[in-house]
Nanobody, 123 residues
Framework: QVQLVESGGGLVQPGGSLRLSCAASGNIFSINGMGWYRQAPGKERELAATITKGGTTNYADSVQGRFTLSRDNAKNTVYLQMNSLKPEDTAVYYC?????????????????WGQGTQVTVSS
């Protein structure tokens, strides 16, 4: 079983910055993709940014140029630097990861979600 623990959410004024972190732990053999999704009140969960094991990133158009996703493979951790935040960025942000868990020949694919962290952008 693989667990994701998120941190770094909070309240920030428009134009401000926040940095989210997500650390994976547990019975990890390898992690492929990691990323962040977000869900605003009354809306569907949507992709914010993802990153492959090799470091290739993908951003939603709405955050391109303002958010930067990075990854420390040695620590199984991703970081989402959010700059120039807008009120429409207000949402619960969920970390996601997929890969293989287990040992030796007993490997199984996993896809895990974090518990979510609230980001509120308001004056």
């Amino acid at each position: 079983q693989v667990q994701l623990v998120e941190s770094g959410g909070g309240l920030v004024q428009p134009g401000g910055s926040l940095r989210l972190s997500c650390a994976a732990s547990g019975n990890i053999f390898s992690i492929n993709g990691m990323g962040w999704y977000r869900q605003a009140p009354g809306k569907e969960r949507e992709l914010a940014a993802t990153i492959t094991k090799g470091g290739t990133t993908n951003y939603a158009d709405s955050v391109q140029g303002r958010f930067t996703l990075s990854r420390d493979n040695a620590k199984n951790t991703v970081y989402l630097q959010m700059n120039s935040l807008k009120p429409e960025d207000t949402a619960v942000y969920y970390c996601n990861a997929d890969g293989l868990s287990g040992y030796g020949y007993d490997l199984r694919p996993f896809r895990s979600w974090g518990q979510g962290t609230q980001v509120t952008v308001s004056s």
